[in-house]
Nanobody, 123 residues
Framework: EVQLVESGGGLVQAGGSLRLSCAAS???????IGWFRQAPGKEREGVSC????????YYSESVNGRFTISSDNAKNTVYLQMNSLKPEDTAVYYC?????????????????WGKGTLVTVSS
C-alpha cells in the first residue's frame, strides 16, 4: 500500500525551529516528494520539493534560506528542517509524492498525499 505519514509539527515561538518528517511506504525511488502548506483561508502553496531520482531540490521564495529539505534513502524518509520560523509559516503542512518531472511549486502530478501536520508559530 502506498502511504505517506507526516510527523514533527507543533507549536513554536517565532525564530524557533522544527523538523518535519515524511515517511513513505510502498514507493520511494524515482519519485518527487514535496512539502506543501495551507493556511486558513489561503490556497495550498508549494514549499519545498526533492527528487529522489537525482537529488534536485526546490524552495519557494518565502522559505529559501530558512528551510532545508533532505532525504534518508535508507529510511524512505524526507525531512524538512525549518529554521527562523515566522508567524506567517503557520499552516497545515502536507507531504506529497508523484512520479515524473519536478513541477514544484505546482502540485500537479502529486498523486499521493499525507494527512498533514499542523505547524503553529506564535509571535
Amino acid at each position: 500500500e502506498v502511504q505517506l505519514v507526516e510527523s514533527g509539527g507543533g507549536l513554536v515561538q517565532a525564530g524557533g525551529s522544527l523538523r518535519l518528517s515524511c515517511a513513505a511506504s510502498g514507493f520511494y525511488n524515482n519519485y518527487v516528494i514535496g512539502w506543501f502548506r495551507q493556511a486558513p483561508g489561503k490556497e495550498r502553496e508549494g514549499v519545498s520539493c526533492f527528487s529522489t531520482r537525482d537529488g534536485t531540490t526546490y524552495y519557494s521564495e518565502s522559505v529559501n534560506g530558512r528551510f532545508t529539505i533532505s532525504s534518508d534513502n535508507a529510511k524512505n524518509t524526507v525531512y524538512l528542517q525549518m529554521n527562523s520560523l515566522k508567524p506567517e509559516d503557520t499552516a497545515v503542512y502536507y507531504c506529497a509524492a508523484g512520479l515524473g518531472p519536478m513541477l514544484c511549486p505546482s502540485y500537479y502530478g502529486m498523486t499521493n498525499w499525507g494527512k498533514g501536520t499542523l505547524v503553529t508559530v506564535s509571535s
